[in-house]
Each structure stands twice: as structure tokens, then as C-alpha cells.
């Protein structure tokens, strides 16, 4: 009885250690600057002092090519935003929102007669083949695995400046 104890003791501890080192290794990630996203690489890129400090493979809305013009049209944005929002509660684990559209997509939206669109985030969820250079499946949106949008939104805070690359 004694053996089995002292294995259930150790299975906790080892268990209990894990996540305590998880829980660190979150901790200890750098608070970011900015965050850059390159459609055409399909990276995203976490700033802080300067300079890259993680990177990760995203896929984008189903139509990518250009910025986003209008509600439905697949793409998404490009151009310099902000996080405005940040949701726990997300129907993609966590997500950060794009303060899409600003004044200048608005004002080109009035122009061609069209609504802009909007809720553009950075999500977690499922990343279809993305390894292998499977397709984007978004509605505009950024989307990253699960794990990752963990990091990112520990890193990322309120204001935080978004830029969007071709």
C-alpha cells in the first residue's frame, strides 16, 4: 500500500510540476511592443524592444490576395490597427480583436458603396494542413493554433499596435 502511494504521490507531484513549468514559461514571455503580420509569408510576428521575438505560421481569410474592401469578401485587412478587444470567452478558444475597420477603411467602404465588414481578430482554432501549406479558411481573420494563441495573448495587451503586411 505504501508502494502504491508513494507512485500516486510522485504522478502528482510530476503532474503538478508540468503545469507549474507551463504556467513559467507563459510568465516569462516578453510583453509585446507590436505584432506584424505578413500575409505573403503567412507569418505573424511578436515585437518586443525591438526587434522579433516569436514568430508563427497563420492562415488568413479564404480569398487573402489584397485588402479587405468589403463585408464578405474573404480577405483580410491590411494596414495598421490596434487590439481592441480581448475575449476569453471566444468561439476559437481565445482571440484578440482588430479594431477593424479604422476611419480610412470607413471612408473607402462610404466611397464604394459598400459596408466594410468587421470583427477581424487574431484567434486560435483549427489550422487545416497549415504545415503543408493548406488553405486559408478564415472570414478575414488571423487564426493560429490553439497553444499558440495562448502565448500571443499573454503577450499582447490592450492598444498594442497591429501592422498588416501584404
Known amino acids: 500500500m505504501t508502494h502504491v502511494l508513494t507512485k500516486r504521490g510522485l504522478l502528482v507531484g510530476a503532474a503538478a510540476l508540468t503545469v507549474s513549468a507551463c504556467s513559467q514559461d507563459i510568465s516569462r514571455l516578453a510583453t509585446a ?58 468561439d476559437f478558444h481565445l482571440s484578440l480583436g482588430i479594431n477593424y475597420p479604422n476611419a480610412t477603411d470607413v471612408a473607402r467602404a462610404e466611397a464604394m458603396g459598400v459596408k466594410p465588414g468587421g470583427d477581424i481578430f487574431i484567434h486560435g482554432g483549427p489550422r487545416p494542413k497549415i504545415d503543408k501549406g493548406g488553405p486559408d479558411w478564415t472570414a478575414g481573420c488571423i487564426a493560429v493554433s490553439d497553444r499558440e494563441i495562448e502565448e500571443i495573448y499573454a503577450m499582447v495587451r490592450m492598444g498594442t499596435p497591429v501592422q498588416i503586411l501584404t
Open 33 to 90: 511592443d507590436a505584432v506584424v503580420v505578413s500575409k505573403s509569408k503567412r507569418e505573424l510576428y511578436v515585437v518586443s524592444g525591438g526587434k522579433s521575438v516569436k514568430s508563427y505560421r497563420v492562415n488568413l481569410g479564404f480569398s487573402p490576395q489584397g485588402h479587405k474592401e468589403k463585408e464578405g469578401d474573404g480577405r483580410t485587412p491590411e494596414g495598421f490597427y490596434f487590439i481592441d478587444r480581448k475575449n476569453p470567452q471566444s
